[in-house]
């Protein structure tokens, strides 16, 4: 094996191998990790740090490969979003309101990862309460992305919600991250920030303490720096689990066993919908790109219609909110996360509350959700959402009978700055425009870096699959992978010396 | 239900008769040991936040997985109400803020729940039944409690009956009078206890009855509704409705309109008072709870809980009638408890139904009145008052002899047999013994001889000394026979 010069700069798999064959140890590796992180602070991808967390679990797993006892995440070093509940680890989704929150439990998915001997370095910065696409809506404040324009010192977002852990995942401060995605809070910053991000089939991994946000749609997945990285953590993430009565038993393939068989002979749908007016050249010619790759590479392309397409974004905006208001009415100040003080009584408990907890994006939604959900709007707004929701999953069932998967940008552009978008919140929400139809299908989808744009700014396609269809969307994103030859690493101007 | 109406429920107006119209929504704690969405215990009087899961505390999260055994227990009561058991049914949100509220939701089912129509038979005095019509049954989690005497500023909150799975039972407006909607409540207690289902508690809230109350001339169209909450018991049920109806009668009879809003029936008062209009209501934003998939109940599984359903109080009353041939109102009264009725047949086995129902209310049930004690507290079983009844069908002991005995085994148990043979409670029936207490008895009375020859009616005086000079145990047909013959009386019969 061919392997780099720091191990800071394996791949998750090559790590794992190395770990296994004592080439390094997972308490040298994750305390590279653990200065590496102290060092990205410019970068703020952090919320909360676990240094002394993670040098236990790393002697562990030593003192488990030494037995020969070895999992098989063993000694691998991960940042976790900070959605996940993380036993005794304050865990906040971003939101003040749940500033000094420390769950007494474990959720079911990090439960997987530490079972399977992986380290947590520590929580992941976010868009509160998963809501956001640039990570700006964090109560702890942006996350840069490692990426800059050519010849440029502005500071770019790393996309979001899983702003903290793409930026972790890119600029080398873990071997992987998990992630959530309802909309697009994976694939989205993965593409921003020249990561490998899949969220998998809806009901695919247990959604089991996992701050909520919008229960039909979330979903949670790996980000990687490689598709075979993103097969190895999704194999240990994914799962049924009798906690979460929307995940579904069914057994979890060895996603990395047909990695490598291309795509010669796979018919790859290209649908026409996806080609927007107005969006940059650059995306239309990696899409473009992409699918020529599939051609050379063997594969059948097929043209696609997904004819609901247009109505995709403005249901995902009514379906979304409608659950998050109700989800989040929890965090009321009365049993745990921030009680203002000095109230005279409950409602005014409520208010102040929430006034004070919520920022102003998870309070437009959850005053959106309300309003959609109220009497007299209910018809108008939700249920014609939801049979939006209904023609669209019709779209792609129809489509898949006559593709394998189906290819499309993941993004309408790249990294924006920081501040650009901020005040026109539906130019922000555009940037969902085709991540959500897999959420609101259920689907799974992988982003993939495949080029850079006019400035230099990391690019991604997007390979979204037939439900439960996991291995041959990562087989296609190999394929992407290898073809595209994506090498090309953000210089470290955040690193302090 | 508007065509012909009985006179006797109308109430009468200042210019004219008024019919009242009754519809319930009924909440049945689901007996279960486990809660509704979370696993967590229900066990009722426990410390405050003992019965407290993480989901029951809506901790960021944690979502709710259906305990079947709950749902079992719906599909039961519903069979039990003759109901359509629905296939699919959908568990919803219905938000709002409130401290005990956790989740600022409940989960409950609004339009497809899992019971659908069916019907329950009411009980009157005179024989009389009506039909109630069951609009729907449905499955949804209790809130916890708000404490707000614990502390003079603050409020405290217990979640152990958070997340506590209830059946909402909501009947058509079928009722019409304060008899019928107390009668209904009662019989729909008595099923959901013969099905085990729910305990019935009124005092502990596990049978929670609000009650919809409008008024209208006989004939016309339904009236505007109020609906009365808190009503806790079958008297203030019956207190409220009549309360209620003559409220309303009157605010239309001087003019005034009934305006749709919950009120709340206050039992110091024997009154009710307004709560919140309509439109104060909340606007509960009811939509599917997307933790949940939809309820599939598959055919095979309602069969088999079918098969496994008691006796019902309807089929048990028919059935006593009919095996038994004592009348409805006795049945009807036995059939109210499962206890009792079990009880009774216990009691019954082998000896007259007519002479088992009496021994039932006047020795048994009367001793238990006066205690304050339910037949299921009853210090002496059925198989040894059954024992005592056919000692007195045998002629081994007389009537009074009986009650002394069920007085002996009430307070010191023992087996009848022995007792009567211990203690020589055997009727005596040899005519010597019988006839020498006669001679005593005529020896020290002469005055009483000489005035039975002009007054017969003197007669049951003899009986009655006869029977104290053989310490109640002389057979009594014997004594009278015997004195008979002695004083020279007409064999009446």
């Known amino acids: 094996m061919d392997l780099p010069a720091s191990p800071l700069e394996f791949t998750l798999a090559e790590a ?36 002394d967390r993670a040098a236990d679990m790393a002697a562990q797993s030593d003192r488990r490969i030494a037995s020969g006892d070895a999992r098989a995440l063993e000694g691998v070093p991960l940042a976790i979003k900070d959605l996940f509940c993380t036993k005794d680890v304050r865990t906040t989704a971003g939101s003040r ?32 309460f998963a809501m956001g696409s640039s990570n700006e809506n964090s109560w702890f404040k942006p996350v840069a992305n490692p990426w800059r324009p050519r010849n440029s010192n502005r500071t770019m977002v790393p996309g979001g919600s899983s702003g903290g ?13 998990t992630g959530t995605d309802t909309g697009g809070s994976i694939r989205q910053p993965a593409a921003l920030s020249g990561i490998v991000g899949m969220k998998p089939t809806y009901g695919r991994c247990s959604r089991w303490g996992i ?25 240990t993430m994914a799962g049924f689990d009798p906690k979460d009565s929307t995940s579904v038993e069914k057994d979890v393939p060895d996603y990395e066993r047909d990695l490598e068989n291309g795509v010669a002979g796979l018919r790859i749908g290209v649908p026409r919908e996806y080609r927007l007016e107005g969006a940059p050249a650059d995306i239309d010619a990696l899409w473009s790109k992409g699918v020529a790759w599939m051609r050379d590479q063997g594969a059948e392309i097929v043209d696609i219609t997904l004819p609901h397409t247009k109505y995709a974004l403005p249901a995902y905006y009514i379906v979304a909110p409608a659950e998050a208001s109700s989800n989040l009415a929890r965090y009321d100040g009365v049993r745990y996360g921030r009680r203002a003080e000095g109230v005279m009584d409950i409602t005014e408990l409520y208010e102040r509350s ?51 998967a189906i290819l499309t940008p993941a993004t309408p552009g790249p990294a924006f700055a920081v501040g650009e978008k901020t005040a026109d919140p539906i130019a922000m929400y555009l940037n969902d425009v085709f991540t959500v139809t897999a959420n609101l299908a259920g689907l799974p989808a992988i982003s993939v870096p495949a080029g850079l744009s006019a400035d230099d700014l990391p690019l991604g396609l997007q390979v979204i699959g037939k439900a439960f269809d996991e291995a041959t969307v990562l087989r296609v994103g190999r394929a992407i992978e290898r073809a595209a030859g994506f090498v090309v690493q953000p210089s470290p101007w955040w690193r302090l010396s | 239900m508007s065509g012909a109406v009985e006179r006797a429920k109308l109430i009468r107006g200042k210019d004219g008769d008024w019919e009242v119209v009754i519809g319930m929504e009924v909440h049945a704690q689901v007996l279960s040991h486990a809660k509704l969405f979370s696993g967590a215990s229900t066990l009722f009087g426990s410390e405050p936040n003992t019965q407290v899961s993480f989901v029951d505390a809506a901790m960021p999260g944690m979502l709710p997985v259906i305990n079947r055994f709950c749902v079992e227990q719906a599909i039961r009561t519903g069979l039990g109400l003759k109901a359509r058991i629905n296939h699919v049914s959908i568990f919803d949100r219905k938000n709002y803020f409130y401290p005990d509220l956790p989740a600022g939701y409940q989960i409950s089912q609004y339009k497809h729940p899992i019971v659908g129509e069916g019907e329950v038979l009411l009980d009157l005095p005179g024989g009389r039944t009506v039909r109630v019509g069951i609009e729907r049954l449905h499955l949804e989690q209790d809130a916890g409690k708000s404490l707000h005497d614990q502390h003079p500023d603050l409020s405290y909150v217990d979640l152990n009956r958070s997340g506590v799975a209830l059946m909402e039972i909501v009947s058509k407006p079928d009722m019409r009078s304060s008899d019928e909607a107390s009668a209904f409540v009662k019989k ?64 239309i009879e001087d003019g005034g309109t009934i305006r749709q809003e919950t009120r709340l029936f206050d039992p110091r008062a024997g009154e009710t008072r307004s709560m919140r209009s309509k439109e104060e209501a909340h606007d509960y934003r009811y939509f599917p709870d997307p933790d ?53 047949e216990e009691l019954a086995r082998d000896v007259d139904s007519k002479s088992a129902v009496n021994w039932l209310n006047n020795e048994i049930l009367g001793r238990l009145n006066r205690a304050g004690q339910s037949i299921g507290e009853c210090p002496v079983s059925a198989q040894v008052n059954n024992t005592i009844l056919k000692l007195m069908a045998e002629g081994t002991i007389s009537g009074k002899i009986a009650k002394d005995l069920l007085d002996v085994v009430w307070n010191e148990g023992g087996d009848p047999r022995a007792i009567v043979t211990e203690r020589g409670l055997t009727q005596v029936t040899d005519t010597s013994a019988i006839e020498q207490a006669i001679e005593r008895v005529i020896a020290a009375h002469p005055d009483k001889v000489e005035e039975i020859k002009h007054k017969p009616k003197l007669a049951g005086w003899f009986v009655g000394q006869v029977m104290k000079e053989t310490g109640g145990k002389a057979n009594p047909q014997a004594v009278n026979a015997l004195l008979k013959e002695r004083l020279e009386l007409p064999a009446d019969g």
């Open chain 1, 16 to 51: 794992r191998d190395a770990l296994r064959s004592k080439a390094i140890s997972a308490s040298e590796l994750t305390a590279g990790f653990t200065k590496a992180i102290a060092a990205a602070r410019p970068l703020n991808a952090f919320i909360t740090e676990t240094s």
């Open chain 1, 97 to 128: 309101i749940l500033e000094n929150f420390v769950p007494p439990y474990e959720s079911t998915v990090t439960e997987n990862l530490w079972n399977a001997g992986a380290v947590m370095l520590g929580k992941t910065n976010m868009d509160e």
């Open chain 1, 165 to 177: 852990s793409a930026a972790a995942v890119a600029a080398q401060l873990c071997l992987g991250a």
């Open chain 1, 211 to 235: 701050v909520a946000f919008a229960s039909s749609l979330d979903q949670a997945g790996p980000m990687t720096r490689t598709v075979r990285d993103a097969a190895i953590l999704l194999g």
């Open chain 1, 354 to 404: 929430r006034a004070e907890g919520f920022g102003a994006e998870v309070q437009r939604r959850v005053l959106i959700g309300t309003y959609v959900l109220s009497a007299g709007y209910y018809d108008a707004y939700y249920v014609r959402a939801q049979k939006v929701r209904t023609m669209i999953a019709r779209d792609f069932a129809q489509a898949f009978q006559r593709c394998d």
């Open chain 2, 188 to 251: 729909l207690r008595a099923i959901v206890r013969y099905l085990g289902t729910c305990d019935g508690n009124m005092e502990e809230g596990s049978l929670r009855a609000d009650v919809n109350v409008s008024v209208r001339r006989p004939g016309a169209p339904l009236g505007t509704r109020c609906e009365i909450k808190n009503v806790n018991s079958m008297r203030f049920i019956a207190q409220a409705v009549e309360y209620e109806a003559r409220r309303q009668i009157a605010v």
């Open chain 2, 292 to 344: 949940l998939l939809p309820l599939v109940i598959e055919q095979p599984w309602i069969d088999t809980i079918a098969t496994s359903l008691p006796e019902l109080p309807d089929d048990k009353k028919a059935r006593l009638m009919q095996e038994h041939g004592i009348s409805a109102y006795d049945a009807g009264v036995l059939v109210t408890e499962r206890e009792l009725a079990d009880y009774y």
